[in-house]
């Protein structure tokens, strides 16, 4: 075993020649604009081939953080690290042109005076033959071979915005910044699109760093999701435990309708009308929010002025009066007021569920979907 040279422009943190180093690094982040922190303190590691979002509210700091990385924005401090080489610090900055960093932004503007090809190839080096094979290459796997010789007018949106992509990957990029790329498009085309875009960002097995303001899309799109808000990373992780263990309520409900109940602290338990919550390290007297998504109500018939017995998974049914019913395509919403509090309840039934307004009815919530946080945390 080696161990690895010393490199001024390593950064420390990878102990073995054979732990490769990410191939982009940010770390500690921050930009400020008139004196507020608008990134704050933001790190992130992204492998080659991996796709992370960046996901957040509009405002947050999500475009910021891509123009750093991108260099046409200057870091108040913080450094950037691609292949675990220092590419920009408050001092030492290579240029944006040299960083090899494909972008995409939501307004791609292709150049309208030149053709589908001269487009793809605008940032290609080399011999006219091997631009024309590459440009070829890409155009087919966007399935526009046939439009090799056509001007961006001749195209839909959707087939321009394919273009884009084309053009930003046929320099084989490391990095590739994506801010909100999608957003233009109409719903119908989108998704294919995305999926499209996402088999050949990792056949070209760049780093991907995907601004999105919609959690459906980072759900679809990522393999990690770093979620933010004002200006700071608030939880990063897989999509499925970004979903399942959100940080905060606002986590909670960034990704969905939620529903909450208000209790408090009593010997580590919050007591509810669904019965009772771990509530453990809160101290008694700290008043939480007990957070739920509507998928994870589930509705019962009334039997004779009865709900279904309590169990572990379900806790304790609460009756509640049906409100109104809405048929939304793939699941029926169903508003009850509950006759705990008189509090509005929604749960969310696949496929058709409409039962008339003023039936009762007895809810009861799966317990390990809820989440308890201290009030205004
Ligand atoms: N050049 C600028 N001057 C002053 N404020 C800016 C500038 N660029 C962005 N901001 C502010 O910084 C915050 C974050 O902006 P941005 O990074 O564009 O957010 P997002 O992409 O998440 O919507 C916003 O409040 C925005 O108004
Ligand atoms: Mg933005």
């Known amino acids: 075993m080696t161990s690895a040279p010393a490199d001024p422009q390593t950064p420390s943190g990878y102990p073995t020649a054979d732990a490769r180093p990410p191939r982009l690094e940010i770390r500690n982040l921050r930009r400020f604009f008139d004196g507020r922190a608008v990134v704050d303190d933001v790190s992130l590691q992204i492998e080659a081939g991996q796709v992370?979002?960046?996901?957040?509210?509009?405002?947050?700091?999500?475009?910021?953080?891509?123009?750093?990385?991108?260099?046409?924005?200057?870091?108040?401090?913080?450094?950037?690290?691609?292949?675990?080489?220092?590419?920009?610090?408050?001092?030492?900055?290579?240029?944006?042109?040299?960083?090899?960093?494909?972008l995409i932004f939501q307004d791609f503007a292709l150049f309208p005076h030149l053709s589908v090809a001269d487009n793809v190839a605008f940032g290609l080096k080399g011999s006219k033959d091997e631009k024309r094979a590459r440009v070829q290459e890409l155009l087919s796997k966007v399935s526009l071979a046939q439009y090799i010789d056509e001007f961006p007018h001749q195209l839909s949106g959707g087939e321009q915005q394919r273009v884009a992509l084309a053009r930003a990957l046929a320099p084989k990029p490391r990095i590739m910044l994506m801010d909100e790329p999608f957003s233009g498009l109409d719903n119908r085309l989108r998704d294919g699109i995305r999926d499209e875009t996402l088999a050949l960002l990792k056949e070209e097995?760049?780093?991907?760093?995907?601004?999105?303001?919609?959690?459906?899309?980072?759900?679809?799109?990522?393999?990690?999701?770093?979620?933010?808000r004002a200006g700071k990373i608030v939880q990063q992780g897989a999509p499925y435990n970004?979903?399942?263990?959100?940080?905060?309520?606002?986590?909670?409900?960034?990704?969905?309708?939620?529903?909450?109940?208000?209790?408090?602290?009593?010997?580590?338990?919050?007591?509810?009308?669904?019965?009772?919550?771990?509530?453990?390290?809160?101290?008694?007297?700290?008043?939480v929010d007990i957070v739920f998504r509507p998928q994870h109500v589930k509705i019962d018939f009334d039997r004779n002025g009865r709900g279904p017995n309590p169990t572990a998974t379900d806790g304790v049914a609460a009756r509640g009066v049906v409100q109104r019913a809405r048929f939304l395509g793939n699941e029926s919403l169903v508003e009850f007021r509950m006759d705990f509090d008189g509090c509005v309840l929604k749960a969310t039934v696949p496929n058709v569920f409409l039962p008339e307004a003023g039936r009762v009815m007895w809810l009861t919530v799966r317990r390990d979907r809820c989440f308890v946080f201290p009030t205004g945390g």
Not at 72 to 99: A, H, N, W
Not at 211 to 220: I, K, S, Y
């Open 52 to 102: 992370m979002c960046l996901l957040g509210p509009s405002g947050c700091g999500k475009s910021t953080t891509l123009r750093m990385i991108a260099g046409v924005e200057m870091q108040d401090s913080g450094e950037i690290y691609v292949d675990g080489k220092l590419i920009c610090d408050t001092v030492f900055r290579v240029p944006p042109e040299r960083r090899e960093i494909g």
């Open 205 to 228: 097995d760049a780093a991907v760093l995907l601004v999105t303001h919609e959690p459906e899309e980072a759900m679809r799109m990522a393999d990690e999701i770093a979620l933010m």
């Open 242 to 287: 970004v979903y399942t263990r959100p940080a905060d309520r606002a986590a909670v409900s960034f990704f969905s309708d939620t529903n909450v109940l208000r209790s408090e602290v009593n010997g580590a338990l919050a007591q509810t009308p669904f019965g009772q919550f771990l509530a453990p390290g809160l101290p008694d007297g700290t008043e």
